[in-house]
């Protein structure tokens, strides 16, 4: 072999080690990022999307258990029918006020004027077809809200459930797939 063909192998064997490392480490840095869907999945808690707005944490897994004990649709009924709502640090207010006026309710069931218990159970939208959604997200508002269902850092119940509308309504998650 001569000396060129030596050259040649050894720049190729460092591009492909120089390509390596800038490609893991792009990725390693893309990785860190937080995404808005890492909040469904969790917030970086492991928890499941679904159980929290179903408000049925016995399977969640990952989760550690003495931090998670969300609630279910009839509990937070029972909690505003029984004028409870202060000591779990959460108020009766109106869809718009958690998801503003751009994010309906969805299946054209009630207003965003409405208060949050007309979408619970009991309440004045209860039992519609379809309302099984909306009742879902008031419920993962409503465990985030009174810290029974842990956010990351930084991310508000607000923002958490807006980002869990924001991934119904554009197809991240279907609503069958977290109501089921």
Not at 123 to 137: F, P, Q, R, V
């Amino acid at each position: 072999m001569n000396n060129s063909n030596e050259n040649t192998d050894v720049k190729n064997q460092s591009n492909s080690r120089r390509q390596f490392i800038f490609k893991a480490s792009a990725g390693a840095a893309i990785a860190t990022l937080a995404s808005k869907t890492a909040w469904a999945s969790g917030g970086g808690t492991g928890c499941s999307v679904s159980g929290n707005l179903s408000g049925n944490l016995s399977q969640a897994r990952d989760c550690p258990g003495e931090v998670v004990e969300g609630l279910s649709p009839n509990e937070w009924a029972t909690i505003f029918t029984n004028s409870e709502q202060a000591s779990y640090g959460v108020a009766n207010i109106r869809w718009k006020d958690i998801f503003g006026t751009s994010r309906k309710p969805f299946n054209s069931i009630g207003w965003n004027k409405n208060n949050l218990t007309k979408f619970l159970p009991g309440g004045k939208h209860s039992g519609k077809t379809g309302n099984d959604i909306n009742e879902a997200l008031i419920t993962a508002y409503l465990n985030a809200e009174s810290g029974k269902y842990p956010l990351a850092g930084g991310v508000t119940a607000y923002a958490y459930v807006e980002n869990l509308y924001d991934n119904i309504s554009n197809g991240t998650f279907t609503q069958s797939q977290i109501v089921s």
